[in-house]
């Protein structure tokens, strides 16, 4: 189920899933998937995080789907589909006979009620409404067909509407089953939720109704009868498993693909490749409270990513495996300006910003400081952190900036503690990751001023008038062409209002697999492809 779905996700920089065995002998019906951290709901609309998005990529499917190596659309829930003269008017015909996980059939009735439960507040999917805010109405034809109807020109519109995760009307259109749409998953998918130990694993089984176990299309997809979901960050840890065995499958950062996989069991044992496709990359980033006293100042905010030392993170983490954001776009995108570059590392350039910003050390403790409101503020902020894995760059970041005259305090919280410190806006700055989402980019969801209120997800609290006609005209235009120009003017401006310190984009995809798994290639085009996999 390669996810035509436009939901952009909080993820680390750890790129992929990994898989996990037990220490009993392995079993060919079972595979074990660490997804990285527990989802903070099981909701597939007040969701956030790559996390829940894993889970849900199992469970829920989309009208249609994306060939993983050609990007093709290719049937899902619908088998036929008509797109009107003026981009309009959509219909789908859904495919028939095909089963809810509770045996319920699914109907046109779902598709309705996908769309319009967005835009009910019982269901709190405040960062999704962005993407189907374009839409007018959805229309229930007969059983089998469904029309969407859109009301203002939106260039990703027929993606919108063929992408929508489907849910069952029957079972969360019941006011008695509210409360349980974050506790209790029925989709149509191949895999059916079992069972959540919450804070252990999550279970999922192999849908026997599946409509693609008959679908030629589908062939070889999801085959595994029994998948096992588990929750852990730290990649040192599911290195050890991965060498003693229990681990069938991990996603690598540079550092642990060119330092911790050395030695004889990588030879005999495990398998670790370093493969390219077409996949845009996303990025980790240090964002910035613009709300905040001290960080709402550009300058301040300029000087600080001037002491970000990229290119001494890049020879001790990266490893050459990346490269340097230039700003909100993966570096290698058709829509990334070319002419904007990293922001240099200048340690003298950034105390000059500062200094004639009107920081200064008035009472030489080392401190920079400034009467802000009448009142004398230290230079000082604390960054949230949710893993161990990056706190390396922050403390190198931490160490350089100290040398300026910067007090910088690093927080390591908890993962649903920091996402509710995110969406109440209550902290100074946090450090998080964004997915390279679509192919295609559309800087609303996190670019935009509407994009802050609730919980969404600029909690940054970016605004900039330009940038929000920018992203305003550039959704209405349908020519790739047409829209370059915009959206790179978009990447330098946002570049050049330094909301984020933008990190690196990976190059690669790296990963290690024990020889137990059978995989028809290192890589499709547009993804792994892991649904293809299988156990030996």
Same mark, same amino acid.
């Given at each position: 189920?390669?996810?035509?779905?436009?939901?952009?996700?909080?993820?680390?920089?750890?790129?992929?899933?990994?898989?996990?065995?037990?220490?009993?002998?392995?079993?060919?019906?079972?595979?074990?998937?660490?997804?990285?951290?527990?989802?903070?709901?099981?909701?597939?609309?007040?969701?956030?995080?790559?996390?829940?998005?894993?889970?849900?990529?199992?469970?829920?499917?989309?009208?249609?789907?994306?060939?993983?190596?050609?990007?093709?659309?290719?049937?899902?829930?619908?088998?036929?589909?008509?797109?009107?003269?003026?981009?309009?008017?959509?219909?789908?015909?859904?495919?028939?006979?095909?089963?809810?996980?509770?045996?319920?059939?699914?109907?046109?009735?779902?598709?309705?009620?996908?769309?319009?439960?967005?835009?009910?507040?019982?269901?709190?999917?405040?960062?999704?409404?962005?993407?189907?805010?374009?839409?007018?109405?959805?229309?229930?034809?007969?059983?089998?067909?469904?029309?969407?109807?859109?009301?203002?020109?939106?260039?990703?519109?027929?993606?919108?509407?063929?992408?929508?995760?489907?849910?069952?009307?029957?079972?969360?259109?019941?006011?008695?089953?509210?409360?349980?749409?974050?506790?209790?998953?029925?989709?149509?998918?191949?895999?059916?939720?079992?069972?959540?130990?919450?804070?252990?694993?999550?279970?999922?089984?192999?849908?026997?109704?599946?409509?693609?176990?008959?679908?030629?299309?589908?062939?070889?997809?999801?085959?595994?009868?029994?998948?096992?979901?588990?929750?852990?960050?730290?990649?040192?840890?599911?290195?050890?498993?991965?060498?003693?065995?229990?681990?069938?499958?991990?996603?690598?950062?540079?550092?642990?693909?060119?330092?911790?996989?050395?030695?004889?069991?990588?030879?005999?044992? *495990?398998?670790?490749?370093?493969?390219?496709?077409?996949?845009?990359?996303?990025?980790?980033?240090?964002?910035?409270?613009?709300?905040?006293?001290?960080?709402?100042?550009?300058?301040?905010?300029?000087?600080?990513?001037?002491?970000?030392?990229?290119?001494?993170?890049?020879?001790?983490?990266?490893?050459?495996?990346?490269?340097?954001?230039?700003?909100?776009?993966?570096?290698?995108?058709?829509?990334?300006?070319?002419?904007?570059?990293?922001?240099?590392?200048?340690?003298?350039?950034?105390?000059? *910003?500062?200094?004639?910003?009107?920081?200064?050390?008035?009472?030489?403790?080392?401190?920079?400081?400034?009467?802000?409101?009448?009142?004398?503020?230290?230079?000082?902020?604390?960054?949230?952190?949710?893993?161990?894995?990056?706190?390396?760059?922050?403390?190198?970041?931490?160490?350089?900036?100290?040398?300026?005259?910067?007090?910088?305090?690093?927080?390591?919280?908890?993962?649903?503690?920091?996402?509710?410190?995110?969406?109440?806006?209550?902290?100074?700055?946090?450090?998080?990751?964004?997915?390279?989402?679509?192919?295609?980019?559309?800087?609303?969801?996190?670019?935009?001023?509407?994009?802050?209120?609730?919980?969404?997800?600029?909690?940054?609290?970016?605004?900039?008038?330009?940038?929000?006609?920018?992203?305003?005209?550039?959704?209405?235009?349908?020519?790739?062409?047409?829209?370059?120009?915009?959206?790179?003017?978009?990447?330098?401006?946002?570049?050049?209002?330094?909301?984020?310190?933008?990190?690196?984009?990976?190059?690669?995809?790296?990963?290690?697999?024990?020889?137990?798994?059978?995989?028809?290639?290192?890589?499709?085009?547009?993804?792994?492809?892991?649904?293809?996999?299988?156990?030996?």
């Amino acid at each position: 189920m390669f996810s035509a779905g436009l939901k952009l996700v909080f993820i680390f920089m750890l790129i992929g899933l990994y898989s996990c065995q037990g220490k009993n002998k392995k079993s060919s019906q079972t595979i074990y998937y660490n997804i990285g951290g527990e989802p903070t709901t099981l909701s597939p609309l007040s969701s956030v995080d790559g996390y829940s998005a894993s889970l849900h990529s199992y469970i829920f499917e989309g009208l249609l789907d994306r060939d993983v190596d050609t990007f093709e659309w290719k049937q899902g829930l619908a088998t036929e589909w008509k797109i009107s003269k003026n981009k309009r008017v959509f219909d789908f015909k859904l495919r028939e006979g095909v089963k809810w996980h509770d045996g319920t059939e699914f109907t046109a009735e779902d598709v309705k009620f996908s769309y319009d439960v967005i835009f009910t507040e019982d269901y709190k999917a405040v960062q999704l409404r962005s993407f189907y805010e374009a839409i007018k109405e959805v229309q229930v034809i007969d059983k089998y067909n469904v029309r969407f109807i859109v009301k203002d020109d939106y260039f990703q519109n027929f993606e919108v509407c063929a992408g929508i995760q489907v849910l069952p009307k029957h079972f969360y259109g019941k006011a008695e089953n509210k409360k349980d749409f974050g506790k209790k998953l029925i989709g149509t998918g191949a895999y059916i939720f079992t069972k959540y130990d919450k804070g252990q694993k999550i279970i999922l089984v192999k849908n026997p109704n599946w409509w693609g176990n008959k679908v030629e299309s589908e062939k070889g997809a999801w085959t595994v009868p029994k998948i096992v979901l588990r929750f852990s960050q730290e990649e040192n840890v599911s290195l050890e498993l991965l060498k003693k065995g229990d681990i069938d499958f991990l996603g690598l950062r540079p550092d642990g693909y060119v330092k911790k996989t050395i030695g004889k069991i990588w030879e005999e044992k *495990i398998i670790k490749v370093k493969t390219e496709n077409k996949t845009p990359k996303g990025f980790s980033f240090i964002g910035f409270n613009l709300k905040h006293p001290i960080l709402k100042d550009l300058q301040v905010r300029k000087a600080l990513s001037m002491l970000f030392n990229r290119p001494l993170m890049e020879d001790k983490f990266e490893y050459n495996l990346s490269e340097p954001a230039t700003g909100p776009i993966y570096v290698q995108s058709d829509y990334a300006n070319p002419n904007i570059k990293p922001v240099p590392y200048d340690p003298q350039g950034a105390l000059k *910003i500062l200094s004639s910003a009107g920081w200064i050390d008035s009472d030489k403790n080392g401190t920079l400081d400034k009467v802000i409101n009448g009142k004398k503020v230290d230079l000082s902020f604390t960054i949230l952190e949710p893993t161990q894995e990056m706190m390396k760059y922050l403390t190198v970041f931490k160490e350089d900036a100290s040398k300026a005259g910067v007090e910088i305090n690093i927080k390591n919280v908890e993962w649903n503690s920091f996402i509710k410190l995110l969406d109440e806006r209550n902290f100074d700055a946090v450090r998080l990751a964004w997915g390279g989402g679509g192919v295609e980019w559309d800087p609303k969801q996190v670019w935009h001023t509407s994009s802050i209120s609730g919980a969404g997800s600029n909690f940054v609290s970016y605004s900039n008038k330009e940038v929000d006609q920018l992203i305003d005209q550039s959704r209405k235009i349908y020519e790739k062409e047409n829209r370059i120009p915009i959206l790179r003017r978009i990447h330098e401006i946002v570049s050049n209002d330094y909301p984020y310190i933008f990190f690196f984009n990976m190059k690669y995809s790296l990963y290690a697999h024990t020889k137990r798994v059978e995989k028809p290639k290192d890589t499709f085009q547009y993804g792994i492809g892991q649904q293809y996999w299988k156990l030996k």
